[in-house]
């Protein structure tokens, strides 16, 4: 059955042409039957067979087979060829104008010509002579309804098939959209860890160097001290492994990170340790928290240790040997404030001003994509008498 179906729907005009040799089989019996002893009957062969051809090539060119089935009606009348089985092809192409996709004015056109052709042919072969006015009039009613229910059904297809495609085509676009949102939700993501990529290694890194560069200064003299900052270096670069396994932990689909699972994201409580860490690799910081610390969401958790982290960065790359730093935390009722200070050489002009390039990383740009990213506010820019400032606004919320 289902290959038949397809056969169908492969075929409309083989299968169209099947029906149409059918009735012009039945027609033409009937014009044999109604020709016998009249000469007159003869021009209702060439009626028939075009008639027959409208139902082949209804599909193809319905419009101009509904042309070909108008003139052959005016043709019966005019030739008194009376109702016959071909003319079954009138209620078939008004139908197949009425569900096609031409213009609508043609589709009017034949409901119009289907009303008009039940009356004219009561009226040239009147099925009772001395009938009433009203029973006229009731008979070509009811021979008009096969006509207007053949345009109504074709009329419900068409709208049932538009209704259809405009379903698909929606569906269509809004496959386009989830693909648009994904490719977007990709770059966000990457862009993310992008981020992340640039403050762990930036932060960590830094911190080795100048460690290494002190032992290197005082191997000779003190080599305890040497040790000392050798340890650091070790501590500083597994955290840098560790906060890297679970950021790459992301990337991965139904895998734990290495050593089993995934090392938690940094959050406000870590620092102080933070902190503690910087003044060991040799920067004077003086850190403080105003305010009753409280739950804050994860964003703003990370957002806030990570700008604390690239700001004492910074300081180490740009303050110069004798710059001190100081870190404040206030937690406001809305708000938690965020100010790093430094009373180094300060920072190059791009670094605040032409978007936070510093012609090796993004440091101040990946600050201010994370802040807007929890709706907050950044200030960076050079501090009154020498050094830098960078303060931040994030807003709280409920932790849930």
């Given at each position: 059955?289902?290959?038949?179906?397809?056969?169908?729907?492969?075929?409309?005009?083989?299968?169209?042409?099947?029906?149409?040799?059918?009735?012009?089989?039945?027609?033409?019996?009937?014009?044999?039957?109604?020709?016998?002893?009249?000469?007159?009957?003869?021009?209702?062969?060439?009626?028939?067979?075009?008639?027959?051809?409208?139902?082949?090539?209804?599909?193809?060119?319905?419009?101009?087979?509904?042309?070909?089935?108008?003139?052959?009606?005016?043709?019966?009348?005019?030739?008194?060829?009376?109702?016959?089985?071909?003319?079954?092809?009138?209620?078939?192409?008004?139908?197949?104008?009425?569900?096609?996709?031409g213009p609508r004015w043609i589709s009017r056109v034949a409901l119009i010509g289907g009303l008009a052709a039940a009356p004219l042919a009561h009226l040239r072969w009147p099925a009772d002579k001395d009938g009433t006015v009203l029973a006229s009039v009731f008979f070509s009613i009811v021979m008009a309804l096969p006509f207007a229910l053949a345009w109504v059904l074709g009329d419900s297809m068409r709208t049932r098939r538009a209704y259809f495609a405009e379903l698909e085509e929606r569906a269509a676009r809004l496959e386009k959209e989830r693909e648009a949102q994904s490719k977007v939700a990709v770059a966000a993501e990457r862009a993310r860890i992008a981020r992340e990529l640039h403050d762990v290694v930036a932060h960590n890194v830094s911190v080795m160097v100048v460690q290494a560069d002190g032992a290197a200064y005082v191997l000779d003299a003190s080599p305890a001290q040497a040790r000392q900052a050798l340890e650091t270096i070790s501590s500083t670069g597994r955290q840098a492994l560790a906060e890297m396994r679970r950021l790459l932990g992301v990337l991965r689909t139904g895998e734990q990170a290495v050593?089993?699972?995934?090392?938690?994201?940094?959050?406000?409580?870590?620092?102080?340790?933070?902190?503690?860490?910087?003044?060991?690799?040799?920067?004077?910081?003086?850190?403080?928290?105003?305010?009753?610390?409280?739950?804050?969401?994860?964003?703003?958790?990370?957002?806030?240790?990570?700008?604390?982290?690239?700001?004492?960065?910074?300081?180490?790359?740009?303050?110069?040997?004798?710059?001190?730093a100081s870190v404040r935390l206030v937690y406001f009722d809305d708000g938690l404030g965020l100010l790093v200070e430094d009373d180094g050489r300060g920072a190059a002009h791009e670094l605040y001003e032409d978007g936070g390039a510093d012609?090796?990383?993004?440091?101040?740009?990946?600050?201010?994509?994370?802040?807007?990213?929890?709706?907050?506010?950044?200030?960076?820019?050079?501090?009154?008498?020498?050094?830098?400032?960078?303060?931040?606004?994030?807003?709280?919320?409920?932790?849930?």
């Open positions: 059955m289902q290959r038949l179906y397809d056969f169908i729907r492969r075929h409309p005009t083989s299968v169209d042409s099947f029906w149409a040799v059918l009735l012009l089989g039945f027609s033409l019996l009937w014009a044999v039957q109604a020709s016998m002893g009249s000469d007159s009957r003869i021009a209702a062969f060439p009626i028939i067979t075009l008639l027959c051809l409208v139902v082949a090539l209804r599909r193809r060119a319905p419009q101009k087979m509904l042309l070909l089935a108008v003139l052959m009606g005016v043709a019966q009348l005019v030739l008194d060829v009376e109702v016959n089985p071909a003319d079954w092809a009138m209620l078939v192409i008004i139908y197949t104008v009425a569900a096609s996709d050593g089993g699972e995934y090392v938690p994201q940094p959050d406000v409580e870590q620092i102080e340790d933070l902190v503690e860490k910087v003044r060991t690799a040799g920067l004077s910081v003086d850190f403080k928290v105003e305010g009753t610390p409280r739950p804050l969401p994860s964003g703003v958790e990370l957002t806030a240790y990570r700008i604390v982290q690239e700001a004492l960065t910074n300081t180490r790359k740009h303050g110069g040997p004798e710059a001190g012609g090796q990383g993004h440091g101040l740009i990946g600050m201010r994509e994370r802040v807007g990213m929890v709706g907050g506010t950044l200030d960076a820019g050079p501090r009154p008498g020498g050094g830098f400032r960078i303060s931040a606004l994030l807003p709280l919320k409920p932790a849930h």
